[in-house]
């Protein structure tokens, strides 16, 4: 079993920056991929960005060059650093645990592959 923790979610203003974090807890926590998803109620739960045990990150297309996930070194805590935010990247933030694999060598992230989730972040941009 794997446990998830996300904070530092907020509100803040078209333009602006913020930075979540998602502490993993559990058994072989270092032997998973980890990574950030997003979802509105709108909107399909999507993949932002994700890392794998190797090392291997991977970004949604609309966040490239604006958010920044980074690990630190016990591979427990992963951070997702926001710049640039705007509206739309309003949404209630997960973070999610999958087993190593399901990120490198792929172009996209796919959701399903992940199955331990948090319980989420909110995350509001005002314009």
């Not at 209630?92 to 490198?104: I, K, Q």
């Amino acid at each position: 079993q794997v446990q998830l923790v996300e904070s530092g979610g907020g509100s803040v203003q078209s333009g602006g920056s913020l930075r979540l974090s998602c502490a993993a807890s559990g058994d072989s926590i270092n032997t998973y991929a980890l990574g950030w998803f997003r979802q509105t109620p709108e909107k399909e739960r999507e993949g932002v960005a994700a890392i794998d045990t190797d090392g291997t990150t991977i970004y949604a297309d609309s966040v490239k060059g604006r958010f920044a996930l980074s690990q630190n070194n016990g591979n427990n805590i992963i951070y997702l650093e926001m710049n640039r935010l705007k509206p739309d990247d309003t949404a209630l933030y997960y973070c999610a645990a999958g087993p190593a694999g399901v990120v490198a060598g792929l172009q996209r992230i796919v959701v399903d592959s992940f199955f331990f989730w948090g319980h989420g972040t909110q995350v509001t941009v005002s314009s």
